[in-house]
């Protein structure tokens, strides 16, 4: 079974540029994250999509930020315009529906590296 | 009060000694506590995971000790590897969704 896949692995952009990250979620897994760490410092949730739709997005840092999730499957991340402080490590999730009995483990991408310069 | 607080920052073992990281947490609704591993240009990877109506859970060497009252757990690894030397993040969430990670404890096993 195929994992969580992100591309790009890398992005070198300048700041004010518009940068696309994409996340392929293990195949039937309807709980999609996406997460950031930053500097070294803790990995911090950004949202959560159920199927298509947006369950949670407390973690988004402001408008710039924007993910979409069409059909269910895929997901994007863009960030527009982006600004120094956006650089870090994205990271994607996934995991199948609470309450088939499954456990909650969520499964992690291997990461997009985002540098804005 | 959705902080989870990890210690040590690094922590460098001896091979065959155990290696001890501590989490503690704020919200006394959190009811998942994973441990995830994380490689260098991996992305983190659920090593062993509790919740909090048993105080531990064991898996080969690896065992989560769960403190409800204390708001606390921990990651003991037995007999520990040179392989096991990686980045430890604990988590903290409600029914699984959306993780609170703490910042990270940076293992080294010496061979």
């Known amino acids: 079974e195929a994992g969580v896949t992100q591309f790009p692995s890398h992005s070198v952009i300048e700041k004010g540029q518009t940068v696309t990250l994409r996340c392929d979620p293990i195949?039937?897994?309807?709980?999609l994250y996406w997460y950031r760490r930053v500097m070294g410092k803790e990995i911090k949730f950004l949202l959560h999509?159920?199927?298509?739709?947006?369950?949670?997005e407390s973690g988004m840092p402001n408008n710039r930020f924007l993910a979409e999730r069409t059909g269910g499957t895929y997901s994007t991340l863009k960030v527009q315009p982006a600004e120094l402080e956006d650089s870090g490590v994205y990271f994607c999730?996934?995991?199948?529906?609470f309450g088939r009995g499954v456990t909650d483990t969520q499964y992690f991408g291997p990461g997009t590296r985002l540098t804005v310069l | 009060q959705q902080q989870v607080k990890q210690s040590p920052q690094s922590l460098i073992v001896q091979k065959g000694g155990i290696s001890i990281i501590n989490c503690a947490y704020e919200?006394?609704?959190?009811?998942?506590f994973p441990w995830y591993q994380q490689f260098p240009g991996k992305g983190p990877a659920l090593l062993i995971a509790?919740?909090?109506?048993?105080s531990e859970k064991k898996e080969g060497r690896f065992t989560i000790s769960f403190n409800k009252s204390a708001k606390q757990f921990s990651l003991h690894i037995m007999d520990s590897q040179p392989g096991d030397s990686a980045t430890y993040f604990c988590?903290?969430?409600?029914?699984?969704?959306?993780?609170?990670f703490g910042p990270g404890t940076r293992l080294s096993v010496l061979p």
């Open positions: 999730a996934s995991s199948q529906e």
């Open positions: 195949s039937g897994h309807d709980n």
């Open positions: 999509f159920v199927k298509e739709s947006k369950q949670d």
């Open positions: 919200n006394t609704a959190f009811d998942y």
């Open positions: 509790i919740r909090p109506d048993v």
């Open positions: 988590a903290a969430s409600f029914y699984g969704q959306n993780f609170v």
